[in-house]
């Protein structure tokens, strides 16, 4: 039962899950922050689609956590909470983003983000019964300015990229890129310096 690895610790799940420590995903308040956020990506996709651009973008605003001067987000777009994901001014998001923003994600300015992205800060523990338990956790993932994540390319958990880094299509970025680079391949490699 997962209440035994709680004992002698007050705070709530939600509390355990923003500071970044294991948790279960039963907290009252996260899923009426999840709740919200359906409902406003499925707003922004419809405005996107039927209404005027201004009005998709005060959507878009009032579902993520910061939204750069001419960022611009191509629906549809996935979030867990939608409040954990900053994105940076002039960055392109291109259709299908997956930002699983149980922990922060921050995107830099002048970004480029291809189709079918997916940035996980959701873990799991490799014990086989505390998954049982449905024992949970997060880290947080950057990406600096001026970064491109070509199509498909999947950023783990706890990752960093560097300013200006380059990683190419389908890419499955397990660690740090440092800036300046381009790195391919799963799991992601540097292949030389830009």
């Not at 499925?42 to 209404?51: K, L």
């Not at 909470?81 to 699983?100: D, K, P, Q």
């Amino acid at each position: 039962m997962a209440a035994g690895y709680f004992a002698g610790d007050p705070r709530t799940s939600r509390e355990r899950m923003l500071a970044g420590d294991l948790y279960v995903a039963d907290d009252p308040q996260s899923a009426r922050i999840a709740a919200r956020a359906v409902a406003l990506t499925h707003a922004y996709h419809r405005a996107s689609v039927d209404g005027p651009p201004a009005a998709a973008r005060a959507i878009l605003a009032r579902l993520l956590g910061s939204l750069g001067e001419d960022a611009v987000v191509r629906p549809p777009l996935y979030v867990d909470y939608g409040e954990h994901l900053h994105i940076g001014a002039r960055t392109f998001v291109n259709y299908h983003l997956t930002a699983l923003d149980v922990a922060p994600i921050h995107i830099g300015a002048d970004c480029q983000l291809g189709p079918n992205v997916q940035l996980l800060t959701a873990t799991h523990p490799i014990e086989p019964q505390q998954r049982r338990d449905k024992l949970e956790s997060a880290r947080p993932i950057t990406i600096a300015d001026n970064v491109w994540l070509a199509g498909g390319v999947i950023v783990c958990p706890g990752v960093t990229i560097g300013e200006n880094s380059v990683v190419g299509a389908g890419a499955v970025v397990t660690r740090d890129i440092p800036p300046d680079v381009l790195a391919v391949g799963n799991p992601a490699r540097v292949l030389r310096q830009i």
